[in-house]
Structures are given as structure tokens and as C-alpha cells.
């Protein structure tokens, strides 16, 4: 059963967040848009006010300039608009294209730069209009409507109040000179701009982190979000687990099959077995091939019978080695001695059979340091192949 929006109330994880940002759903703020691009149009004009002022004059006065001519020829009307169309055209466009890239940065301010073009790809799903209308009447767009109903009141009231305000000065900017009222009004516009640019300001500080945790919170998630997620990163447990048996078996058999190129297995005597091999041409200590507990220990034993390798009694060598050696490395350092005697005693054995020595007598106890025999601690029971 699908999970209802209020079983949703888990924060999103660092993957969720990628993978929506990787969708191109991140958090945007129009009104740092909206101020950034006010901003940077106030900064301009105040910048350019002097020239901007100077080439408004003289653009007017260019076009109030005709004489009869002009009048009567409709053509020269229309290349005479062309001249004046020209200019005021490269100051839009110009005006337009830094206003567009104030708001390119403000953007990526407020949500990071994301490059994908999964937005622009066909979505068939969004033309059913149950679904628009859902999207329309939704919480989320509902808020937006409000939030930005609220800001343009804002901005009407303050603008009205400002022009209420100086509703004398704007009229007598008509009673002066053309290039006295250019400055005039540049000044009252600032000073309007300056007003409005505060409250885009204000609106920005709070819709910047207002819109970060609207975009958390459309992207919470459930636990079974969470479960599914898990089983993406980590994989499913059960293909895990299989795998994890196949290795194992694996290992057994690899194990299994060095058995029979041993020199002694040691055991203890049916709880461990471990498999020692030993070549001085080309080892500079016995060796681990195999070691298990319990079943694998019999295995083990079977297997080292069947193809006459020596097994031997000794609980404590035998327990030492399961503890502290691994496998397919070279025995711990403290118990060099104990296995050279038991080697030993093994090659004596297989002289004596051949023919070649003296039978030997039984072998002693073998030293095995006390610290080294786990016997008083819990008995492991997984084989550690």
C-alpha cells in the first residue's frame, strides 16, 4: 500500500537531495530574483543617471525636431522613427540582458548551479487535467498565490503611499525646464526604487530559507521510502545473502581441496582442525591451508584420512592456531616452536615408514603458551574460512 503524505514525515537523506537535484527540483526564490534584479537596475541607473539623463535630452529633443517636410513625406516619418527606434532599442535590449543575468546569479545563489535537461523532457502525465488541477489547488501553490498576493499589496501600498507623498513634486516637475524635470523625476524614481528595493529585500530574507524548507519538506520521506532507498544503496539482502553463501561455499571447497597437499592437520580433537603445510624451499614458517569448527572440522578430518595425511590429538595446539592464525598465512610467531615439534615428529614418522630412519618415540606434550589457548573463553561456532 502506498505510503499517504502524512506517513511522510521523515527527513530527506543526502541521496534523496541529489537525486532531486540531479531532476532540476531545487529550491528557487523568486523574490531574491526580484530584488537582485531591481537592485541591479537601480545600480545602473544611478550609475548612468548623469549620461542617461543627457542622452534621454537629446533623444527628445532630436525627435521634436521636424519642419514640413517631414511632415508631408510619410517616408521620411518612417526613417526618421527608425533613428529614433534604434537607440532606445540597444538601451532595452542592453538593460534586458543585465537584468537577465543578475537573475541567472540569483538563482544560483539561492539553489546552486544545476546542469540537466530532465525538466525540458516530455512529460505525457502532466497533460491529464485531474492531475493539473491537483497541482493547482495543492498546498504548496495555494501558499505561493498568497505569499505573492501579499507582496504585491505590499508593493502597491508603498508605492502609493511614496507617490501620495510627493504628489506636489511630480507636478511641478512639469513647470520646469526639460532638462530640470529629467533630473527631477530621475531623483524622486530613485528614491521610489530605493523604497520598493527595501521591501524586495525584506521578502527575499524570508523567502530564501522559506523556500529551502519547502523544498525539504515536499522531499520527506517514509520508512518504507527509507527501506527502498537502502535496498538501492546497499542492494537487496537477500541477493546478498546468497552471495555471501556462494563465496563461503566456494571458500570450503578451495579450502577442502588443499587439504590433501598438507603435511599434519591438528585437531581438537572434533570441536577444530587446522591443515599445516610446510616447504623450506620456499616458506619461511608453516602455513595455514585450512582450518573449521565443529562439521567443517570432521570435513576436514575425512578429507586429510582419505588422502593419508597425518592427523593429530593436541586440544591446545589446536585451539591456539584456530584463535590466533588465519588462513593461507603463516602461523603466529609464538607458536613456531609447538608446530616445529609436531612437523617434526611428523617427518620422523614418515622417514621411520620409508625406511630411512628410526621409529620414533611418542611425542611429548606440546608447550603451547597459556595466554595463547582461548579454552576458558567462549568456543567459536562459525569456522572462519
Not at 46 to 57: G, I
Not at 216 to 235: A, I, P, T, V, W
Amino acid at each position: 500500500m502506498a505510503d499517504s503524505a502524512q506517513d511522510k514525515h521523515l527527513p530527506p537523506t543526502e541521496r534523496r537531495l541529489q537525486k532531486a537535484r540531479e531532476d532540476g527540483q531545487v529550491a528557487r526564490s523568486r523574490d531574491l530574483a526580484h530584488f537582485a534584479v531591481v537592485a541591479a537596475g537601480l545600480a545602473l541607473v544611478m550609475f548612468a543617471a548623469p549620461s542617461l539623463t543627457q542622452w534621454l535630452r537629446d533623444l527628445m529633443a532630436t525627435g521634436l525636431r521636424f519642419d514640413v517636410r517631414m511632415v508631408t513625406s510619410p517616408q521620411m516619418m518612417g526613417e526618421r522613427l527608425s533613428q529614433l527606434m534604434y537607440p532606445a532599442l540597444a538601451l532595452c535590449l542592453g538593460l534586458g540582458v543585465v537584468t537577465g543575468l543578475v537573475a541567472m546569479a540569483a538563482a544560483v545563489v539561492s539553489g546552486g548551479w544545476v546542469w540537466t535537461f530532465k525538466p525540458l523532457m516530455p512529460d505525457f502525465s502532466k497533460l491529464n487535467p485531474l492531475t493539473g488541477l491537483g497541482r493547482i489547488v495543492s498546498k504548496a501553490q495555494i501558499g505561493d498565490m498568497l505569499k505573492a498576493c501579499l507582496l504585491a499589496l505590499i508593493l502597491a501600498s508603498v508605492g502609493a503611499a511614496y507617490l501620495w507623498a510627493h504628489l506636489n513634486d511630480f507636478a511641478l516637475t512639469q513647470s520646469m525646464p526639460l532638462p530640470a524635470a529629467f533630473i527631477a523625476a530621475t531623483d524622486r524614481i530613485s528614491t521610489g526604487l530605493w523604497l520598493l528595493m527595501i521591501v524586495l529585500a525584506a521578502s527575499a530574507m524570508v523567502d530564501v530559507p522559506l523556500q529551502r524548507f519547502m523544498h525539504r519538506n515536499r522531499l520527506k520521506m517514509s520508512h518504507q521510502d527509507m527501506k527502498e532507498e537502502f535496498k538501492q544503496q546497499e542492494g537487496n539482502q537477500e541477493v546478498k545473502g546468497k552471495m555471501k553463501q556462494r563465496m563461503r561455499e566456494g571458500s570450503r571447497r578451495r579450502m577442502l581441496a588443499a587439504v590433501p597437499e598438507a603435511d599434519l592437520v591438528v585437531m581438537n580433537p572434533t570441536h577444530y582442525a587446522v591443515a599445516l603445510k610446510y616447504d623450506d624451499a620456499s616458506m619461511g614458517a608453516p602455513r595455514i591451508v585450512a582450518m573449521g569448527a565443529d562439521l567443517l572440522a570432521l570435513k576436514i578430518r575425512d578429507v586429510a584420512k582419505e588422502s593419508k595425511v597425518p592427523v593429530l590429538q593436541s586440544p591446545p595446539l589446536a585451539r591456539a592456531l584456530y584463535a590466533h592464525g588465519e588462513l593461507d598465512r603463516e602461523i603466529p610467531l609464538a607458536l613456531y616452536s609447538a608446530v616445529a615439534q609436531v612437523l617434526a615428529h611428523v617427518f620422523q614418522l614418515r622417514a621411520a615408514l620409508a625406511g630411512r630412519a628410526a621409529w620414533p618415540s611418542d611425542l611429548p606434550p606440546i608447550p603451547v603458551p597459556p595466554e595463547l589457548d582461548p579454552h576458558n573463553t567462549a568456543r567459536p561456532t562459525e569456522d572462519k574460512a
